[in-house]
């Protein structure tokens, strides 16, 4: 659109050109044309003539036509030097249109046209302008042809541009699909061949356990040079006591060559641990129990505590079985007495001086697994 109106700016500014240069000419054609003196055009009356002298001679004349001739020679010297400044100042506002013309039309090609056209664009804008400053009117249609054709030309380049990068990024990514595709498929491969690793790896160690579990059944061996009781307890994966305590050993008992023992089921191995556990875990409460009570009888004895005091631990239906329950408990290392009372038989343990200590000894009877005694509680020694 710019173009387009510089271009109908230039033809204009050539039609009033011409127009005034015609005007020119004409005028210089009159000026041309030549004037009588007024000394010839005016003729004197018979009057003047009569009365009036000829003063007028040859070489009068001969002045007066050089003089006009002078001053109409000045007269167009003058009119073509501002024709001449004419036509300079319009060539010059008509390269300006050209040139702001050409300005505009490289300035819509370049914003439609990536860089790498850039050169050749400038070229052919500048061959173009070249050629167009022989003839206005040609060069501004020659001109407007080279744009389009360039344009065109440009379009082209930049839609073969296009296809090609186009082209390229799809190359691009088909090569990274592939190269996910593989990547997928290798980190597949590698997982797979771990969990083959890992469940080889578990269906051995199950093996190994199974090999080294004790036997479903109970079953009889004979001691051989070399066996003990923790290289069988090892071989048989099982805890040395429980193998002990299946044979009424000791753990630390030696084995004869030729000697039978038993070798405990599973079930068997099991139970024995439950019960090693739990009498350790007695075993540990009596402790504590028996620390408990030295310390109360310590404590008694320090601050010199008052009254005596009995552990009551059964009260028995006769005195035949509070005998045999008192048996037990001096056979456990404990002080008995039986006392019979209206609903039986009391057996009672002690005395102990302070309640402190009998509430120790209390606990201690409690926690006996021998005495299997969890009732017991503590009255005044009588």
Request: glycine letters at 4%; a neutral charge; charged letters at 30%.
């Amino acid at each position: 659109m710019n173009f387009s109106r510089q271009a109908l700016l230039g033809i204009g500014m050539i039609i009033g050109g011409s127009v005034m240069l015609y005007a020119m000419a004409q005028q210089i054609s009159d000026s041309n044309k030549p004037h009588l003196p007024s000394a010839l055009i005016d003729q004197p009356s018979s009057e003047q003539e009569s009365s009036q002298p000829l003063t007028t001679d040859i070489e009068t004349e001969k002045r007066i036509l050089a003089q006009k001739q002078k001053e109409r020679a000045a007269r167009v010297a003058e009119q073509e030097m501002r024709a001449q400044q004419f036509l300079t100042e319009q060539e010059a506002a008509e390269a300006e249109a050209l040139a702001k013309a050409r300005a505009e039309s490289q300035q819509y090609v370049a914003s439609n046209t990536p860089k790498v056209e850039e050169s050749d664009s400038s070229e052919s804008s500048e061959s173009a302008s070249a050629q167009s400053t022989d003839d206005n009117s040609t060069n501004t249609s020659n001109e407007a042809a080279t744009s389009a054709s360039t344009r065109d030309q440009q379009q082209a380049a930049q839609a073969k541009q296009d296809a090609q990068r186009q082209a390229a990024l799809k190359e691009q990514a088909a090569a990274e699909k592939v190269a996910r595709e593989k990547k997928e498929a290798e980190a597949k491969k590698q997982a797979e061949a771990q969990a083959e690793r890992k469940r080889e790896a578990a269906e051995t160690a199950k093996a190994e356990a199974a090999k080294n579990e004790p036997p479903k059944s109970p079953s009889d061996y004979q001691v051989k040079r070399g066996d003990g009781l923790i290289k069988l307890a090892r071989q048989y994966n099982m805890p040395v006591e429980a193998l002990a305590q299946a044979n009424n050993l000791s753990p630390s008992t030696s084995l004869q060559v030729g000697q039978n023992i038993t070798i405990p089921s599973r079930s068997q191995v099991q139970r024995l641990e439950r019960e090693a556990a739990a009498a350790e875990k007695s075993a540990e409460a009596k402790r504590n129990a028996q620390q408990k009570l030295t310390e109360a009888r310590k404590e008694v004895k320090e601050t010199d505590a008052k009254g005596s005091f009995g552990v009551q631990v059964a009260l028995a239906n006769n005195q035949a079985k509070a005998d045999e329950l008192a048996k037990k408990l001096q056979a456990a290392g404990y002080q008995v007495k039986t006392s019979p009372t209206s609903r039986g038989i009391r057996v009672i343990v002690g005395p102990e001086r302070g309640k402190v200590a009998a509430l120790a000894l209390k606990d201690k009877i409690n926690s006996d697994p021998k005495l299997n005694a969890s009732e017991a509680w503590v009255l005044y020694w009588r």
